[in-house]
Structure formats: C-alpha cells, structure tokens
C-alpha cells in the first residue's frame, strides 16, 4: 500500500499509569449519535460514580456517500437532522463545558467514532482537520456499501457475504484505516463477529483469521497502531470482547498494542460494563 504513515499516537488517550487504562472508558455514545439515548453529563454522572478518571465521548459519524440516505444523521435536543457544522459545534461546546464543570472528579474528552472506507477517506481527513477532535476512532461498519454491523442489515450481510473472500478484504481495510494516520486507535478491531460471525460460526472465523491476522498484526506494528479492547460484545449474544480472546491472543503476540479499552456504551447504565473482564484479559501486558 502507497503512502502509509506510522500512527504518532495521541497523548489525550495515554494514562500516567498503565493499570489506569481501566479507570477511562474510551469509547461513550451520547445521544448525540442516532442509535444512542441519554444526554452526555448522564454518562458523566454514571462514570464517576463507577469510580472513573476519564470519559471520551466518540458519537457517530459516518460520511460514506453510499450510505448517505440514512447514515449522515445525527441527534439534537431530541431530533434527527443532517449532519451540519452547527450541531457539531453545539456538541463539542456542550463538552468542553461539561469538561469544566466536572475538573478535577473527571476528565472529560471529546471526539468520534468514524466508519471508515477508502473511497471516502479524504471526506474524513477534511472533517477532524476542520472539527479538531481530541480523540479519534476509526471503524469498519459497512464493507462494499453493505452495513456488517447494523440489526437491520444483518440478513443482507449474511446473504451477500462469503467467509473465504470476506475476512481477508475486510482486514485489509483495516490496514487501510491505520495506514490513513486519522486515527487514534482502531475501534473493534474484529466487529464483523457481531452478526456474520455468528451467523458464519466463530470457530471457522477464527480459523481464517489464524492465517491473515499475524501479516496484519506486522502492519499495525509497522504502522505503530494501537487497537482498542471494546466490550460492546459482552453485552450481546456474542458474550466476547472485540477482539476476541483468541484474535487478541494473535495480535498481542506480534507486537500490536492496546491503547485504550471502551464500553461502546450507548446508554448512561453501560459506562465501563466489561471492564473487569478487559482488565483479566489484558492482565500482564505491558502499555507505553
């Protein structure tokens, strides 16, 4: 691939401590994103009372043109409207603001989760040039303008999708989101499990990925691209971290880091849900 960029890394989502990568949940969905609910300082309020040190709000943000009759959306004081610089800046005034309120019982961060694709790669490069977010997540959510992790999609996806030419194309895309350099961490690494694994069976997805994740792992490596360990899927029928114990075991191994650990909460009540498991699952590691 032309033109990859080691990751420099954003101090932001560091912590002093390595064992402190469990006091901050790095991955928080307000109602801002349109398939969350609950305002942003609920999610404060539940974070310091679970003992947090740090909250980073990551709404949804998806600029995929093919996608562009449902996606591009986000919510403000309770209804939906079209992506517009205006609704970004109240979201971000009412963090900063949030920010002040609470220093010194929590730090407040704020960013996006990004879907991510080649084909509107610069539309996302403008975007955080513009916005300059404090953290940055970047995601695979569709792959060929098919969504892979939406309920509403999850048919479609099985229907159209093979494992063989799957699994490698969509980490190859992943390569491509880090080789970008827009990004803080990598967000579930392995989310493609949450409907077509099980759809496809675990077993044989980690089969595959046993024989492409090393090669991708060197790239992440050489890139210098942290992942996240996102516990979205705990909660699901799933019941297993992104990435799984088994992927993360592979890319732990050849030399990829784990930056930050997220909840993917998307109401207030799941803020730092999984973390105990996170922190069994990472036990030893080393974080710089």
Known sequence: MD????????????????????????????????????????????AIRKGLKRICFTTHIDLDPILSTYDPYIRFRGRLYRLADEYIIEYKNELINLKKIYEGR???????EFSYGLHFEQKIRDFVEKFRPEFTIGSIHALDGIEITSSEFKDLASRIFEINSFIPKYYDMI??????????????????????????????????????????????KALNMPIELNTAGLRRELKSTYPSETALKILLEHGVRVATVGSDAHSPEQVGEGFDIAEELLKGVIYD
């Open 106 to 112: 929590i730090e407040v961060i704020w960013g996006f």
């Open 3 to 46: 033109n990859k960029q080691p990751h420099k890394g954003n101090k932001r989502c560091k912590m002093k401590n390595k064992n402190d990568i469990f006091k901050c949940d790095c991955h928080v969905h307000p109602d801002y994103s349109i398939d969350a609910r609950g305002r942003a300082e609920e999610f404060v309020k539940e």
């Open 175 to 220: 390569v491509s989101l880090a080789a970008s350099g827009i990004f803080d961490v990598v967000g579930h690494i392995d989310g493609y499990k949450k409907y077509l694994g099980l759809y496809w069976g675990i077993s044989r997805c980690e089969e595959l990925e046993a024989k492409f994740l090393p090669q991708i792992a060197a790239e992440l």
